[in-house]
């Protein structure tokens, strides 16, 4: 009896697992990282992510950038003005286990000196630590913002 009730149980779980994976292959495949589309491009100021091509262009130069930080960079640049936390970054740079904020913060020095490098003419973008919380990226006051439609920012159809 106790046998009969256990592959009932079983069958059951089988059934609902069956009908779950039904419903989410009818959704369609999840999108991309974090919501972006294959074809994005975000614009701050002159600093551009295509995230199509994942590069990243300050003004006319390419800034080229580890897979890590082309991560970062991407969601600083979607949250542009914000802060985004120590946590999220460490999320975006290491997967969902995140990383020591040690190990992100020697990422944000590479590329807070190459964006330096990039931007030494105009001084346009910079990239600011907020103590004890994260890091934001700023751009001129007169910079306009200009993306696919992301909710975090506030801007135009590219």
Known sequence: MVLANRIQQLTELIQEVSD?????????PPPNDFG?????VLTVGPLTVDHGRRRVFIGRGEVMLSPSEYKIMRELVRY???VVAHDDLSRIAYGPSGGKHANLKVY?????????????????CELQSVRTVGYRLKVG????????????VQGQVR
């Open 20 to 28: 779950q994976v039904r419903v989410y292959s009818a959704l369609g």
């Open 36 to 40: 972006w589309a294959p074809d994005d």
């Open 141 to 152: 006051p007169d910079k306009t913002l200009r993306g696919s439609g992301h909710q975090p």
């Open 108 to 124: 944000m020095s590479r590329l807070r000196a190459k964006i330096n490098r990039a931007s030494a003419d105009d001084g346009a």
């Open 80 to 82: 542009a003005g914000k």
